[in-house]
């Protein structure tokens, strides 16, 4: 079977470990972390199942890894990988740009091949604006996390994710 790359970036260590328990779901022998902050495009290029994941920051800003790392993400073919996002925002606080860098990140990835996977329901969530949702506004481009307003809903979102994840990925 064929290993999963898990790309992530955190600046206040949430998103890591949202990863780090996203790869414990689904097993750690099948999973291969990698921090954008230290990650190539080369690396992308090892792997046909990706999960991208990244905080949206105050006004539907990238992370600080991933916007360093944005130009180099643009020029990566997802062509014959399957790619899940997860993403962590605060609906309450930045409810006009929920989880906006993940719905920028799965357009690269769509737009550069990928076959997306993962796309999470948006009940549940209070929120204005987002660009991680899909037109008809019933789900969100992938896993929805938020630990400032709902941080006990963590770990079944997480569970469930990955069951289905796993599933659409054939692992």
Not at 1 to 16: A, C, H, I, P, R
Not at 60 to 73: A, K, P, R, T, V
Request: glycine share 8%.
């Amino acid at each position: 079977m064929s290993k999963v790359g898990l790309f992530y970036g955190t600046d206040t260590g949430n998103t890591e470990r949202v990863a780090d328990m996203i790869k414990d779901k689904i097993g750690a022998d099948l999973v291969e972390v990698h921090d954008i902050a230290s990650a190539s495009v080369a690396d992308f290029g090892k792997y046909d199942k990706i999960i991208l994941g990244q905080p949206t920051w105050y006004y539907g800003e990238l992370q600080s890894s991933w916007d360093d790392f944005w130009e180099d993400f643009k020029t990566i073919d997802f062509t014959d990988k399957t790619v899940a996002c997860f993403g962590l925002g605060d609906q309450a606080d930045y409810s006009e740009y929920f989880l906006d860098a993940m719905g920028m990140m799965h357009d690269i990835a769509v737009e550069n091949g990928a076959a997306p996977a993962g796309y999470w329901p948006t009940a549940g969530y209070e929120f204005d604006e987002s660009k991680a949702v899909t037109d008809d506004n019933e789900f969100f481009v992938g896993l929805a996390i938020d630990e400032d307003q709902q941080p006990e809903k963590t770990a079944e979102r997480i569970d469930v994710w990955v069951d289905q994840i796993k599933e659409e990925m054939g692992l």
